[in-house]
C-alpha cells in the first residue's frame, strides 16, 4: 500500500459507470451484493452524456424544425429559427435528469459510488485514484470485478480532436452554434445520424467515406433510402475517398483526402467531425496485473455468461466486444451480476436488436435472409412496403419497409430488418418474437391496432405466409 492510502473491500467492483456498469450495479444491490461503482467522470457513461441520449435530442429537435419549415404540402407554411444557445440548454437538461436518475437508483440499491479511475493492482485488488490533486487513492480488494470502461472515438492519422475544427461526437453534440459548413469523415451510423441533424440545422454538409455507401455494415436495401433522403437534404457525398489532413484557409479549413490511386481532393467546411468508429478502453486499467490480454481488436474476451479468462473478472458492454450498442451493454450487466450472484443467466445474442436513427431510421435484429441460409435453415422472406401503410402515409413518412426472416420448416421467427419510420421501435416486438421463440403464425394471427405502424409488421409476417391483404403475396 502507498502511504496515505485507505483501503476498502466490496463483494462486487463495477469499473465504469455506463449503460453497463450502471445496470450491473444496481442489479447486484437487488441480488442483495455488497457492490461499488467507481466512475472516473460522469454516470451514465458515453450513452447519457456524450452518446445515445444528446444524439436522439438532437435528432428530435432538428426533425422538428425542419419538419415544421417543410410541410407546405400540408397547407402549413412557417420559417422556423433556431436558437442554438437554448437547443443545447434543454439537450443538456434532458441528459441531467438521467444522469441524475443513475446516481439516485443506485444509491437506492444499495451500490457504494466511488468517484476516480480505477486500475487493476493485483489478483483481487484495484487501485482507485481520485480526481484533481492531492485528493488521494485507495486501495479496493474484491471477490469479483466487472470491467465496463467502455469505448473512445478512433482518430484518424492528422486530425487530432484536441484541435479546435476537428471535433469527435461528443464535441460536435456541444457546439452551442450551428456551423455554416461542416466536412464528416464516415458515412457509419454516428456520421449519417449527425449529417442528418446539422443538415436539417441548415449546415452545408460533406461527408466523406473511404467505402463505396453509406452505413456500409447494413444490407444495401436498408442504406438505399437513407442516401436517397441524406441526397434530399443537399448531404454531398464522396465515397471511395480517405480523410489525410486539413490546413487552416481562410476564415474555414480544407479537408484533404485521397482515393486508392492517391489522387487527392480538396472539401473546404468552417469545421470537421471525424466519425469513424470506436475503440475499446483496455489500456489504462492495469488488465496485465490480474492476466488478462485483450484480443486482438483490444476487446476483452467473454462467454455468454460475461466471464473474462479468469473466474473472478467479468467484462460487459463496449469493451467487451460488438455490437457496441448501449443496450447490448446493460444486459451483459445484468447477466454479469445474475451469474456472481449463483442465477442461471446468459445472453442470447440473436435477440440483440440495433437501430440506427437517421432519416428514415434502420432497425434489424436476428438474421439475415444470407445469414440463415449460412446458418443452415430453409429461410422463407416476407416483405410489407410502408407506402402501403395508412398510418405510415398519414404520418407523411411511407418510405422503406419491414422484413421478417423465418425458418420455413418450423415457422420460427429468425431475424427483421426494416427502414422507415420507428423502425427502431417496431424491431422490438420483432426481437420478442425471436426471444418467445414465434413462429410466422403467432406474429401473423396477433391482433395489431388500427391504424399503426406496428400493422406492417403483422403483415410481413402474412406476406411470408403467402396471405397478407394490404400487398401482392409472393
Ligand atoms: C454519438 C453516439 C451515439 C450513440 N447512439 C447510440 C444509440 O442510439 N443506441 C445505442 O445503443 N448506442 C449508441 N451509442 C453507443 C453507446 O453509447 C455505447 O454502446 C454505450 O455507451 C456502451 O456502454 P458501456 O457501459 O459499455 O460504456 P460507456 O458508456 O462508454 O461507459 C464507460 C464508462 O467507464 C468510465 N471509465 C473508463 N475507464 C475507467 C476507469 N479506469 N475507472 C473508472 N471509470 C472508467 C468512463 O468514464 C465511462 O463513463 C452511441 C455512441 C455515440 C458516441
Known sequence: ???????????????????????????????????????KDAYGGTCLNYGCIPSKAMITASDLAHEAGNAEEMGIYADPEVEMPELVEWKDGVVDQLTGGVEKLAKANGVSLMEGRAEFADEGKARVVHGGEGQGSETVEFEHAIVSTGSRPIEVPGFDFGDDPVL?????????????SLVIVGAGYIGMELAGVFAKLGTDVTVVEMLDSVLPTYEDDLARPVKKRADELGIDFHFGQAASGWEEAGDGITVTTEDEDGDVSEFGAEKVLVAVGREPVTDTLGLENVGIEPNEDGFIETDDRARTEKDDIFAIGDVAGEPMLAHKASAEGQVAAEVIAGEPSALDQQAVPAAVFTDPEIGTVGLTEAEAEDD??????????????GRALTTGHAEGFVRIVADEPSGFVLGAQIVGPEASELVAELGFAIEMGATLEDVASTIHTHPTLSEAVMEAAENALGHAIHTLNR
Open 376 to 389: 443452415g435453415f430453409e429461410p422463407v422472406v416476407g416483405q410489407f412496403p410502408f407506402n402501403a401503410s
Open 168 to 180: 469527435d461526437s461528443r464535441q460536435a453534440l456541444a457546439m452551442d452554434e450551428v456551423p455554416e
Open 1 to 39: 500500500m502507498v502511504v496515505g492510502d485507505i483501503s476498502t473491500g466490496t463483494d462486487v467492483l463495477v469499473i465504469g459507470a455506463g449503460p453497463g456498469g450502471y445496470v450491473a450495479a444496481i442489479r447486484a444491490g437487488q441480488l442483495d451484493l455488497d457492490v461499488t461503482l467507481v466512475e
